[in-house]
Every structure is written in structure tokens, then in C-alpha cells.
């Protein structure tokens, strides 16, 4: 048992503090070669330049017939049919079309075609209702992406139009970002697995879930590590296996001022300690350390303030690892739909569902923000940045707003 402190030994940081130190400690992890396919939700580690044209030839932007744009009048019909695929050698001269579809070569001596629409096709002659410029209707060379253009930088988020565009010049293997392994491990001698029943005075541990899926979404491995008990051998040896192979431990609860709160003490042994305190609610216990290599976050135990603990600061220094070179959420300005009370000393990052709605952003509190209270993060797109105050909000009031998830359509 360790004995009974009143007051921490940690110094009070604030949260922009706290966020550039753990930026200060996140490097981007090494990089790796992986098939383009794999790659989405990666960060790209090379710069993707094009080795080709696209469209490599010019192409027929439309289903129609292709032609001379400075003739006039009827033409006579070159009788074959380009389709899209490979070049047929076709030639059209002075006063004759092919028919060509969407994507097919230009035959050499054509430099325009006209939709099929503005045509009338009788006897082997086209008439052309609607006659079109040289040019008309026609992809031309490089019109899509140059030789040697730049088309994605190094830090690029690959999604589906960055994966394609790897398609698109056959980058079909390329270098990401490894992701972080994160080890989470969840401490507390009152847990017991999801799937148990607790005896009277224990609970289940939900952190461990929420923290594994938190890590998913931050682009992170998750590795299980389960759940530690509150005594300093146990504690230390689980903690020393969670980092054998981890780039980020993360831990839940034993972070706080009681006699069983054991991280701060071991990670201080094990590493160095950076933060044990931060300015914010819900989490101020949040505590930060290095050991080696690794990254440490004990993240408090409530299931609210180690989920936002999570999104404030674990978040950034996960994708930071992943090569992200913005790390942040959105930050706007919303609305309040009703009035609100701030913390009288701390800043509070209070759990909103915001909405654009004629023509704003609004913003509505999920209900009680107790920190045991997970209900009040169910559902919720944004974490209203509310400064310390004695004076109640009204409604109507414009506050700062982080967007952590997708805007709500009304
Ligand atoms: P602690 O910081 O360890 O004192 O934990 C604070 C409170 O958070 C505990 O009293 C529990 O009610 C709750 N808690 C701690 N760990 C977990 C967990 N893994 N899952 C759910 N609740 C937890
Ligand atoms: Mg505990």
C-alpha cells in the first residue's frame, strides 16, 4: 500500500502543453511496401509522380463519329467501328467519319467527333446535324494527368480516389506508414470481462472495448493485453509484457490520488514521465511517459474521461506515428441550442451532437456529462470547448466546437 498524498507531485500543464509534448514525442514509424489495394485508410511515405500521359492518346469523350473539325457537310463513312480497346490503325481523310464509342482511340486524320445525337446515319453517309470545332468531344493527350505531374504527395490519406489513382498509373505496390501497435490494458481490481457477472462492488471493464475499437478507428493495431490488477508486481509484470513488441501502451484507471493508483509510480520507474496532470475535464489524472522507444498514455479510469483523453491526445500522436502530417479535428464554431454551465476552474470538452441547420451549425449537449456516464459519448459528432467559468451560457451563444465525427443531416 502506498501512502495516502493530498496533493499530486505533478504539476498542472494545460492542454496545449500537454498536446505539443506528446507531438514533440510522436515520430512517424518506419515505412513498408505494401499493394495499393491494401493501402487504403494508409498515410503515403513517397511521393507519386506519373511515368505516363493520361489519357495516353486522344480519346472520344462520346459515343459518335469521328472526324475532320474543319470539314463540312455530309460525310462519307469509313465502314469499321472503333470501339474503346486497343488502336485499329484507321485513317480518316477530308470528308469522312468513323464511328467511334466513349474511350476509343482517334483514328490518325480526325481531330473531333460529334456525339451520335447531332447525326443521322443513312446509305454510308453521316449527317451532321450539329457540326463541332476541331477538338470537340476529344480527351487529349495529358488532359487528365501530365507526364511527370505530381499526383499524390508524401502524408497523403490514401481513400478510394487516391487508391484508384495508384490504379490509374500501375502503382500497384507502394510505401505506407507502418501503423502503431498499440497495447491497451485495462487495471482495476473491481473489473471483470465483458462477458461475466460481476460479484456485488465489481463492474465490467468496457474500457478495454471501447479503447480497442478507439485505436481502430485512429488508424492503430490494437493488441489485448486484458486486465491488470491492482498490485505493484502484477501491475509491473503486465505492463512489462504489453510493451514488449508495442510502439503505444495505453492504460485505463490507477491514475488518480488513491493508495491503489499504481501507474504513475511504475511508469515513472520504467521511463520518464513528461505530464501527470493536465488541465481538463473529463481526465485530469491523464499522465504521459516515454519508456524507450514507446510512447505511454494511463489514461483515468472513468469510461468518458479515457475515451476523450483518448480523442484529445492519444489520437493525434497515433496518427502522427502513421505520417499524418495534420493530426488535428476540424475546429468551427457552432450555436448552443440551450444554455450551459461551465466548469468553475477547469476547461471542459463536453460531449455535443452538432448539425447544420438553416444555414448554421448548431449545437446540442448529449445530456448529464458525468465522467461514468458513456451514454453521453453515444452518438455524439463534437467535443464543445467550454472555458472555465462561474457565469451560466445562453442559448444562442457561438462556442468552439471539434467535429470528431461526421456532420448530421437534419
Ligand atoms: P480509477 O482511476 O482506477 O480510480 O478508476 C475510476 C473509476 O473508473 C472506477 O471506480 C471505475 O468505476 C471506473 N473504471 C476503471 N476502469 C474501468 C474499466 N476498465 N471499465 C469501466 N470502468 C472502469
Ligand atoms: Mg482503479
Same mark, same amino acid.
Given at each position: 500500500?502506498?501512502?495516502?498524498?493530498?496533493?499530486?507531485?505533478?504539476?498542472?500543464?494545460?492542454?496545449?502543453? =500537454?498536446? /505539443?509534448?506528446?507531438l514533440?514525442?510522436?515520430?512517424?514509424?518506419?515505412?513498408?511496401?505494401?499493394?495499393?489495394l491494401?493501402?487504403h485508410?494508409?498515410?503515403?511515405?513517397?511521393?507519386? +509522380?506519373?511515368?505516363?500521359?493520361?489519357?495516353?492518346?486522344?480519346?472520344?469523350? #462520346?459515343?459518335g463519329?469521328?472526324?475532320?473539325?474543319e470539314d463540312?457537310?455530309?460525310?462519307?463513312?469509313?465502314?469499321?467501328?472503333?470501339?474503346?480497346?486497343?488502336d485499329?490503325?484507321l485513317?480518316?481523310?477530308?470528308?469522312?467519319?468513323?464511328?467511334?464509342?466513349?474511350?476509343?482511340i482517334?483514328?490518325?486524320?480526325?481531330?473531333?467527333?460529334?456525339?451520335?445525337?447531332?447525326?443521322?446515319e443513312r446509305?454510308?453517309?453521316?449527317?451532321?446535324?450539329?457540326?463541332?470545332?476541331p477538338?470537340?468531344?476529344?480527351?487529349? #493527350?495529358?488532359?487528365?494527368?501530365?507526364?511527370?505531374?505530381?499526383?499524390?504527395?508524401?502524408?497523403?490519406?490514401?481513400?478510394?480516389a487516391?487508391?484508384? *489513382?495508384? +490504379?490509374?498509373?500501375?502503382?500497384?505496390?507502394?510505401?505506407?506508414?507502418?501503423?502503431?501497435?498499440?497495447?491497451?490494458?485495462?487495471?482495476?481490481?473491481?473489473?471483470?470481462?465483458?462477458?461475466?457477472?460481476?460479484?456485488?462492488?465489481?463492474?465490467?471493464?468496457?474500457n478495454?472495448?471501447?479503447? /480497442?475499437?478507439?485505436?481502430r478507428?485512429?488508424?492503430? %493495431?490494437?493488441?489485448?493485453?486484458?486486465?491488470a490488477?491492482?498490485?505493484?508486481e502484477?501491475?509491473?509484470a503486465?505492463?512489462?509484457?504489453?510493451? =514488449?513488441?508495442a510502439?503505444?501502451?495505453?492504460?485505463?484507471?490507477?491514475?488518480?490520488?488513491?493508495?491503489?493508483? *499504481?501507474?504513475?509510480?511504475? *511508469?515513472?520507474?520504467?521511463?520518464?514521465?513528461?505530464f501527470?496532470r493536465?488541465?481538463?475535464?473529463?481526465?485530469?489524472?491523464?499522465?504521459?511517459?516515454?519508456?524507450?522507444?514507446?510512447?505511454a498514455?494511463?489514461?483515468?479510469?472513468?469510461?468518458v474521461?479515457?475515451?476523450?483523453t483518448?480523442?484529445?491526445?492519444?489520437r493525434?500522436?497515433?496518427l502522427?506515428?502513421?505520417?499524418?502530417?495534420?493530426?488535428s479535428?476540424?475546429?468551427?464554431?457552432? %450555436?448552443?441550442?440551450?444554455?450551459?454551465?461551465?466548469d468553475?476552474?477547469r476547461p471542459?470538452?463536453?460531449?455535443?451532437?452538432?448539425?447544420?441547420r438553416d444555414?448554421?451549425?448548431?449545437?446540442?449537449?448529449?445530456?448529464s456529462?458525468?465522467?461514468?456516464?458513456?451514454?453521453?459519448?453515444?452518438?455524439?459528432? =463534437?467535443?464543445?470547448?467550454?472555458?472555465?467559468?462561474?457565469?451560466?451560457i445562453? /442559448?444562442?451563444?457561438?462556442?468552439? #466546437?471539434?467535429?470528431?465525427?461526421d456532420?448530421i443531416?437534419?
Amino acid at each position: 500500500m502506498r501512502p495516502i498524498l493530498t496533493t499530486s507531485p505533478y504539476a498542472l500543464v494545460s492542454v496545449g502543453h =500537454a498536446s /505539443a509534448t506528446i507531438l514533440d514525442h510522436a515520430r512517424p514509424l518506419e515505412v513498408e511496401v505494401v499493394d495499393a489495394l491494401a493501402a487504403h485508410g494508409r498515410t503515403l511515405a513517397e511521393l507519386i +509522380a506519373s511515368g505516363e500521359s493520361v489519357p495516353a492518346g486522344p480519346r472520344s469523350a #462520346v459515343d459518335g463519329y469521328a472526324l475532320r473539325g474543319e470539314d463540312r457537310g455530309d460525310r462519307a463513312l469509313v465502314l469499321r467501328e472503333i470501339v474503346a480497346g486497343p488502336d485499329q490503325g484507321l485513317v480518316v481523310g477530308p470528308g469522312q467519319a468513323v464511328r467511334i464509342m466513349t474511350g476509343g482511340i482517334l483514328p490518325d486524320g480526325a481531330d473531333a467527333v460529334v456525339m451520335v445525337e447531332d447525326t443521322e446515319e443513312r446509305d454510308g453517309r453521316v449527317a451532321i446535324l450539329r457540326e463541332v470545332s476541331p477538338g470537340g468531344n476529344v480527351h487529349q #493527350v495529358g488532359q487528365d494527368i501530365a507526364v511527370g505531374e505530381v499526383i499524390l504527395p508524401v502524408g497523403a490519406a490514401l481513400g478510394p480516389a487516391e487508391i484508384g *489513382l495508384l +490504379a490509374t498509373v500501375g502503382r500497384v505496390r507502394v510505401g505506407v506508414y507502418r501503423r502503431p501497435r498499440v497495447a491497451i490494458l485495462a487495471t482495476g481490481d473491481e473489473l471483470v470481462d465483458p462477458w461475466e457477472t460481476p460479484p456485488p462492488g465489481c463492474i465490467r471493464d468496457s474500457n478495454g472495448y471501447a479503447l /480497442a475499437a478507439a485505436v481502430r478507428d485512429s488508424g492503430g %493495431e490494437p493488441i489485448w493485453t486484458g486486465v491488470a490488477r491492482d498490485d505493484e508486481e502484477g501491475l509491473a509484470a503486465q505492463v512489462g509484457e504489453a510493451l =514488449a513488441g508495442a510502439d503505444v501502451l495505453v492504460t485505463s484507471g490507477g491514475v488518480s490520488m488513491g493508495t491503489r493508483d *499504481l501507474v504513475k509510480p511504475l *511508469l515513472e520507474r520504467l521511463g520518464t514521465i513528461h505530464f501527470g496532470r493536465v488541465n481538463f475535464k473529463p481526465g485530469k489524472p491523464l499522465t504521459f511517459a516515454t519508456i524507450g522507444g514507446a510512447l505511454a498514455f494511463g489514461l483515468p479510469g472513468f469510461p468518458v474521461s479515457s475515451l476523450v483523453t483518448f480523442e484529445v491526445f492519444v489520437r493525434p500522436a497515433l496518427l502522427r506515428m502513421q505520417g499524418r502530417p495534420r493530426v488535428s479535428r476540424p475546429r468551427v464554431e457552432a %450555436e448552443l441550442e440551450h444554455e450551459l454551465r461551465p466548469d468553475a476552474s477547469r476547461p471542459e470538452y463536453q460531449r455535443a451532437i452538432v448539425q447544420w441547420r438553416d444555414g448554421r451549425l448548431v449545437a446540442r449537449t448529449t445530456g448529464s456529462q458525468g465522467s461514468s456516464r458513456l451514454l453521453s459519448m453515444a452518438g455524439a459528432n =463534437a467535443l464543445l470547448e467550454i472555458q472555465p467559468s462561474e457565469h451560466r451560457i445562453p /442559448a444562442g451563444s457561438r462556442v468552439s #466546437v471539434l467535429l470528431t465525427g461526421d456532420l448530421i443531416a437534419d
